[in-house]
């Protein structure tokens, strides 16, 4: 009888005994690790993998629900790098201890004598089996790496001059934290980065409560900060040279080519230190941090998105080829949302200025953690080539506090310092400071309706002239303005 056992055992195609339990055993090991440990009779060590298994599980759920129930939360931990590298570490060891569990079941339970076809079919089921565990494994733990590589290449440790930041008090007492929104305009077809947006945000650190104070780019005699700058521009920016007019959006550029003027000051860093300066003493408000933007980039971070949703009241010229962003509520692409946002065919810098925030203000509602986190690998490499910023990292966790407080219901409101209100070729610099000072103080407070849309694109013939709306000198909310 053994013999014909044996003989049943040698035909072609005849199944080995023993080797599909092993591979079903080592499957459920894989599942719920000790399983093939306990099943050989290693009690110790299967209860040992077991307890460990159910431990991570555990943790895992709970932490889980806790962070589902506060994305938030979630969201404050992948801001911090030293954590990051913590976790990517942490994945990979689970991956390889995993990897490990699987390999070692095999080799406990599979059968003393196979054949050569079902030893190879063994190692391959079980080679299968470990790259499905190490794939996703693999995949989080790049992920992570991926995050803090965005995070430590975009923020740098103190801002980047060694800034200290008290965790128990990252405001540092400040009640409000001003953040200079910049988006760059570095074309292929143009010499350096020209500003065509200037807007300070200044933020309630309580409330999340915030007040846009934009500037116009072609603002014009406008005083330059002590030191350098105003020593070679006593009266006012005049431009470098006869090819420049002296608009605001060039005083980012000309302090990139001329370091003398902010002594100290590295390459890339030298355009952010003057305009922050330039536009504070504009404002009379002071400046804490920038954010650069380039306006290209900016497509990119939008199309990782998913895009973004906005409303068109009505069609918007887009494109070089007679298209056009019809009316209606619609997501737009990276490139359109990028058009919906410059686009001043039929309209103006000032109308242009108005759709911009509605665009920030709709990215910032749609952007929410969890879009965040799923498309993290494309952000964070659309985020590297577009987005750079003296925000230290060391405070990110308090400004991802502060933007969960925008998101839930703090009121922005924005006061656009444009014609009729403003000359821009002779500002009234006084009362600009007292309107900015004015909006900052009345924060939160009732405001009247805008006298128009700021999305509002005028159609061809109509009259473009200032005298054209009313003065609108109080801040209104962004609720109001952007067409829902």
Known sequence: MASRRAGRRDRPGAAEPGLS???????????????????????????????????LAAAAGV??????????????LAVRPELLSGAAGAILLLGLVWVTVVIRSYQLLRPSSLSLGAGTAGAVAVAVLCFAVAVPVSWGAYSTYLARDALTSIFQAGGGDGRKIDAKDPWNGQARVNVLLLGGDAARNRSGVRTDSMT?????????????????????????PPGPARDRFPYGFTGDGA?????????????????????????????????????????????DYYILVDM???????????????????????????QVLPAGNRVLKGKEALWYGRSRTNSDDYTRMGRQKCLLAAIAKQADPATVLTSFDKLAAAAKRTISTDIPQELLPAFVTLSGKVKDGARIDSLQFVPPLIHTGNPDFALIRKLA?????????????????????????????????????KPVSLEATCPH
């Open 296 to 322: 290209f980039g900016f497509a990119d971070i939008i199309d990782a998105m998913g895009g973004v949703r906005i409303n068109i009241p009505e069609p918007i010229p887009y494109g070089l080829r007679g």
């Open 200 to 224: 300070l945000a200044s933020i309630n650190t309580r409330t999340g409560d915030t007040v846009l104070l934009s500037l116009p780019r072609n603002l014009e005699n406008f005083p330059m």
């Open 63 to 76: 932490a889980g629900a806790i962070l589902r129930a506060d994305l938030n939360e979630l969201m404050d």
């Open 21 to 55: 339990r092993a591979l079903a055993l080592t499957l459920a090991s894989a599942l719920v690790w000790g399983i093939a440990h306990l099943a050989t009779g290693r009690r110790v060590a299967g209860w040992l993998l077991l307890s460990l298994y159910l431990l």
């Open 437 to 473: 000072a004015r909006a900052i103080a009345e924060e939160g407070q009732p405001t009247p309706s805008p006298s128009a849309s700021p999305t509002r694109s005028r159609t061809p013939g109509t009259s473009s002239s200032p005298k054209a709306t009313k003065p609108q000198s």
């Open 243 to 287: 090819g420049t007019p002296g608009l605001l959006n060039e005083v980012y550029q000309y302090a990139e080519d001329h370091p003398d003027v902010v002594p100290g000051a590295r390459k890339n860093r030298r355009g952010p230190e003057l305009l922050k300066a330039t536009i504070g003493g504009i404002l009379g408000q002071p400046v």
